[in-house]
Each structure stands twice: as structure tokens, then as C-alpha cells.
């Protein structure tokens, strides 16, 4: 991809190793909402609990929330949109 909404050092320093591998890295959900320039985390509760905007996450056995990096960055691209057109780049009229 090559790409971040914001810069890498908003990254948690521990997770900054991982970026070659972006699918080890797991965000917190406030860690997420600062990555997507979200005003608050209570953005991703919601979409969770009614099923919108489409961004897995991971909920581990203890009950915490979590975003890989990889699915935050593949939502993103998958979000691209071309200039006045509600289509994906390459996607059929």
C-alpha cells in the first residue's frame, strides 16, 4: 500500500517494528480513532454494534477490541473513490 492517514510516529512505539507486517499490529480502539482521525473512539462502538462502515475487528478471548493495522489500511484503500464518481477506481458502470 505505502500509505498512512497520519503520520507513523502516531503509531504506538511498540507496534512501529511490525510495519512490515502490518497484520501483527493491533490497535487499540482509541489508537484506531486517532489513525482514522476520528473525533472519538465511541465512532468504531457504534459502527460495531449496528454492523456499519465495514471495518473488522478483532475481539480477543478476554474481551478487549482490537484493529489490525492491515484491515485499517485495506479499508482505506477500498474506500478510494475517483473524482466525481460515487465508483471505485476500476469498478463497472
Do not use: C
Not at 507486517?21 to 449496528?50: D, G, I, W
Request: net charge positive; glycine share 8%.
Amino acid at each position: 500500500m505505502g500509505f498512512y492517514v497520519m503520520s507513523i510516529d502516531t503509531l504506538p512505539k511498540a507496534a512501529q517494528k511490525f510495519l512490515d507486517e502490518p497484520e501483527r499490529v493491533l490497535l487499540t480502539s482509541r489508537e484506531t480513532a486517532k489513525f482514522l482521525r476520528l473525533k472519538s473512539p465511541q465512532s468504531l462502538h457504534n459502527n460495531r454494534s449496528t454492523g456499519r462502515g465495514g471495518l473488522p475487528w478483532v475481539k480477543l478471548p478476554n474481551g478487549r477490541v482490537y484493529y489490525r493495522l492491515s484491515d485499517l489500511t485495506d479499508w482505506i484503500a477500498g474506500s478510494v473513490r475517483t473524482p466525481h464518481s460515487s465508483r471505485r477506481p476500476g469498478e463497472a458502470a
